[in-house]
């Protein structure tokens, strides 16, 4: 946390944290830097007034925020929605040409002719639903994320809209031309020309901005562009970017009080947990876990603090790696074994882009380090490993086991901590540590919970838990032994009480209100 009581700047945070969204989606690291820089000089150029200027900045910095919301799905399609999220970006969909012409080669590279006409088969037959399936999440899930920042209606909206196509023939609702929120289509336009340009250059860009005008993007808006292309693509050519960003910022910027930090880390931490309907839920529960134990094992106030929300950001390194490692339910090989081992350092470098954030990102990236050097990702020996760090290992592992995963049911609590107790004794894990987490365990599993969020009632908690994790209305139904149907009202009315339509954003509200234990 940060060392002063001074308030910190949001951009200076979600500019470093925009990160998650870059690599969530597939993206070069800084697209959303990029995209945001000309987005904003592009509504400066407009006329904006300073509402809709601050709108726009914010919506195209966040604009692929949600991205996670549906890469369960998405890997299951298409193997590797990393993939399948870049191959997005340089597709027109608004063409269905294109869909042939651009993104099935692309999710298809080096799959064969049979695999093409199977992916080109699904396509034909259930690609509009899956796509405004897909939507549907990523700009709920978007929407929600701005609210948890305290971001105005304008950015709510932005983000609600920002996968909305300007001739109406696709998106989440449909939505055609000026009905679609104005800092949503520059958004747009803003990152189908900063990634063309990154793909091949400013004459490029303004090819694709011109070949998707009246298509999937706003026209005047295109023709707004292609006047001043060169002069708005060089602002997204700084030295440094983020800098620039902050820069960019319209007046008055907006800032925070310090003690909202642990809100900003929570809203990214659900973002990074819902890669995966096995992970849902672990950076918060993490956290609660560090944060009772670390002050249990005598950490002061301001070393609990930094621990807590270096704990909600542990993960968030998570998103750059696909679904289909996560969600694989046999050993992995060795290559996918080191994209794990990634995940670590890519916390680590995400959270060290902030100012705010800086002191936290070792913390964060040695979640994963083991008292005799058998950890990674720097393989760091006792010397090295601070108190803070030993107590979020030793929370991220127990969590971690008490949590189904593909590869094996949930761990009892009692086997969990018989297999904490075994890594200190095979000098692992830090003794102290391990004794602090497993008594605060102890009253996490005991905690009495208060009224329910959303006027829900108990089974409908049940069945948010059974739909936050991918299952159908058909599982869900044979787990409570009632029919499909009746499964399915149940998660209608989830929806209605909660304000969404989408699973990623119902999983989102229920990891928001720590509904999942």
Not at 127 to 151: H, I
Not at 253 to 269: E, K, Y
Not at 401 to 419: C, G, K, V, W
Request: with cysteine.
């Amino acid at each position: 946390m940060a060392a002063s009581s001074a308030p910190l700047r949001l951009a200076d945070l979600i500019a470093a944290l925009s990160l998650v969204s870059d690599l969530g989606f597939g993206l070069a690291p800084e697209s959303a830097l990029r995209s945001c820089l000309v987005a904003t000089a592009l509504a400066r150029r407009l006329g904006l007034d300073e509402a809709e200027l601050a709108d726009t900045y914010w919506t195209a910095l966040l604009e692929h925020v949600g991205c996670t919301g549906f890469a369960h799905e998405a890997a299951s399609r298409y193997g590797d929605e990393l993939v399948m999220g870049a191959a997005a970006a340089r597709t027109d969909f608004a063409d269905p040409r294109d869909l042939f012409r651009t993104f099935l080669p692309a999710v298809n590279a080096g799959g064969g002719r049979l695999a093409w006409l199977r992916i080109a088969v699904m396509e034909i037959t259930s690609g509009a639903r899956v796509s405004r399936q897909y939507a549907t999440a990523a700009c709920e899930v978007g929407r929600t994320t701005a609210q948890r920042l305290g971001l105005p209606a304008g950015v709510q909206r932005g983000l609600h809209d920002v996968y909305e196509l300007w001739n109406g023939s696709g998106g989440a609702r449909g939505l055609k031309g000026d009905a679609i929120s104005l800092p949503a289509r520059i958004a747009q336009l803003s990152a189908t020309a900063v990634h063309f340009d990154s793909l091949g250059g400013p004459e490029l860009a303004i090819d694709a901005v011109r070949k998707q005008a009246g298509g999937a993007l706003d026209p005047q808006l295109a023709g707004a562009f292609a006047a001043a292309a060169s002069e708005l693509l060089d602002v997204a050519n700084a030295d440094d970017l983020h800098a620039a960003a902050l820069d960019a910022e319209p007046r008055p910027v907006r800032t925070m009080p310090t003690t909202r930090l642990s809100d900003v880390a929570a809203a990214f931490g659900d973002i990074a947990d819902l890669k995966s309907p096995y992970l849902l839920g672990h950076s918060s529960g993490v956290a609660r876990l560090a944060l009772d134990a670390g002050q249990r094992a005598g950490l002061d106030g301001s070393d609990a603090d930094r621990l807590h929300v270096a704990a909600l950001l542990h993960d968030i390194g998570r998103v750059g790696i696909s679904d289909s490692v996560w969600d694989r339910p046999a050993s992995l090989n060795g290559a996918q074994w080191e994209q794990v081992r990634l995940h670590a350092y890519q916390s680590e470098r995400i959270v060290a882009r902030s100012s705010a954030l800086r002191a936290l990102a070792p913390i964060a990236g040695m979640h994963h380090e083991r008292l005799d050097g058998s950890g990674y990702h720097r393989e760091a020996r006792a010397r090295e490993i601070p108190s803070t760090v030993r107590v979020l290992a030793a929370a991220d592992a127990y969590r971690a086991m008490t949590q189904e995963r593909p590869y094996r049911p949930a761990l009892e609590p009692d086997e969990a901590a018989r297999r904490l107790r075994a890594d200190v004794e095979g000098g692992r894990l830090d003794g102290d540590a391990v004794t602090a987490v497993l008594d605060a365990a102890g009253h996490v599993t005991t905690r009495v919970r208060g009224s329910l969020p959303a006027g829900l009632s108990e089974r409908e908690v049940e069945v948010l838990r059974l739909m936050s994790r991918g299952l159908s209305n058909r599982q869900i139904g044979e787990h409570f032994t009632i029919s499909p149907r009746t499964a399915e009202h149940h998660v209608q009315h989830i929806y209605t009480k909660v304000g969404v339509s989408s699973r990623a954003a119902a999983a989102v509200f229920a990891m928001e209100h720590d509904l999942l234990d």
